[in-house]
């Protein structure tokens, strides 16, 4: 169906359910949401619709995986996100548990998501994949566990799974931001208040807005200069690739080079 819509992006398909973006037209993307809406195994899905100039994604990719996003546990200990998962609070109810003293809001993404934007106040472990939440959790969820807990993530997908695997590990009460990060971006009433710096996203974009709000503010910084840069790069050095913050300026002197020692190796390669 994607392909004869012409449709790109990644859609991941499970026992769990469906997750996905696609990038298309106006027409195509409403035939494709047509066809799920009318599928009975997905009743009450809901979509998260983004203007763009044209395809944010270079192809399109569907596969089948055993989890929608993976944890890592053992089959026995798995979470099954339509049984188990937090409360979910709405955009404006978010905002207001934010405002409370003792809430612990935990970002639930990866560490490089978190460096481009993250909520006011939110504790971001220093993590590169989802499945490494339970040893981060088993190392540091002593500080917080008795304490009220709001957890949030791109689109509320990872946070199905997160929040259910806190309750179950006896943290609380776990609350979860509904429809991420994007839905609260997008309610006309809280307008992304509170979150700094933009949204990561993983396609062409890498950045979005969130915030359209005077709270409004850019957190990360030129690895070189340090003056304030939202633009990602990956550094130009194959073997290393780490997506790094370089400002134009310094990416004009210097180059898109996580430091002196990944430059001299793409001098050294290219002028032997």
């Not at 309610?187 to 509170?194: A, I, K, L, P």
């Amino acid at each position: 169906m994607c392909e004869r819509l012409d449709l790109r992006g990644r859609i991941i398909i499970g026992a769990e359910g469906l997750n996905g973006t696609v990038s298309g037209t106006v027409d195509a993307t409403e035939a494709y949401m047509v066809a799920l809406r009318e599928d009975p195994l997905l009743t009450g899905i809901e979509f998260k619709i983004d203007p763009s100039e044209g395809h944010v994604f270079p192809k399109l990719s569907v596969k089948h995986r055993t989890e929608i996003v993976r944890l890592g546990l053992p089959e026995m200990d798995d979470i099954d996100p339509n049984a188990l998962s937090g409360v979910r609070l709405s955009p404006r109810e978010f905002l207001e548990a934010m405002e409370r003293e003792d809430v612990v809001i935990i970002d639930g993404r990866n560490g490089y998501e978190a460096d481009l934007g993250h909520f006011k106040g939110a504790i971001c472990p220093p993590i590169d994949n989802f499945r490494e939440f339970p040893e981060w959790l088993e190392a540091n969820g002593e500080h917080f566990r008795d304490r009220p807990i709001l957890t949030y993530c791109t689109g509320g997908i990872r946070c199905e799974k997160l929040s259910g695997y806190m309750v179950k590990q006896g943290f609380g009460p776990v609350y979860q931001l509904d429809g991420g990060i994007v839905k609260y971006g997008k309610d006309t009433e809280v307008r992304g208040r509170n979150f700094d710096g933009l949204c990561y996203v993983f396609d062409e974009r890498v950045g979005v807005e969130v915030n359209h709000t005077e709270t409004h503010q850019i957190i990360s910084h030129c690895r070189h200069c340090g003056n304030p840069e939202p633009r990602y790069g990956n550094c130009r050095l194959p073997e290393c690739n780490r997506q790094i913050f370089v400002c134009p300026s310094c990416r004009e002197s210097f180059g898109l080079y996580c430091g002196e020692t990944c430059r001299e190796a793409v001098t050294a390669a290219e002028s032997a």
